[in-house]
């Protein structure tokens, strides 16, 4: 009912940035919340931010915070994650998910129904 896909991935060194995106389709009115999530091979999916229907609320993990920013644009029913500042343990596959909730405190992946496919963000050093 909610279709989410990401784009924006790909290599980039150390110190540089990167802009991902993520547009939903589908029955997109009963997004509340939206979030970024990272997983790594053998890791378990990771939080990196999140944001609420009007963007007045962002939560970010700790080791994204002051480097990472979370947008929205809900007239185009896209999500962004502007990464600046990109460290080799950022490298992952980054997912875009959305919420029925309008909690982005929980940094937590149950309250998420819908996921995309994933973005891969390799940073090299």
């Known amino acids: 009912q909610v279709q989410l896909v990401e784009s924006g991935g790909g290599v980039v060194q150390a110190g540089g940035s990167l802009r991902l995106s993520c547009v939903a389709s589908?029955?997109?009115?009963?997004?509340?919340?939206l979030g970024w999530f990272r997983q790594t091979p053998g890791k378990e999916r990771e939080f990196v931010a999140a944001?609420?229907?009007?963007?007045?609320?962002?939560n970010y993990a700790d080791s994204v915070k002051g480097r990472f920013t979370i947008s929205r644009d809900n007239a185009k029913n896209t999500l962004y994650l502007q990464m600046n500042s990109l460290k080799s343990e950022d490298t992952a596959l980054y997912y875009c998910?959305?919420?029925?909730?309008?909690?982005?405190?929980?940094?937590?992946?149950?309250?998420?129904?819908?996921w995309g496919q994933g973005t891969q963000v390799t940073v090299s050093s």
């Open positions: 998910a959305a919420s029925p909730l309008n909690r982005v405190g929980r940094k937590s992946a149950d309250d998420f129904d819908s």
């Open positions: 944001i609420s229907r009007g963007g007045t609320t962002t």
């Open positions: 589908g029955r997109t009115s009963s997004i509340l919340a």
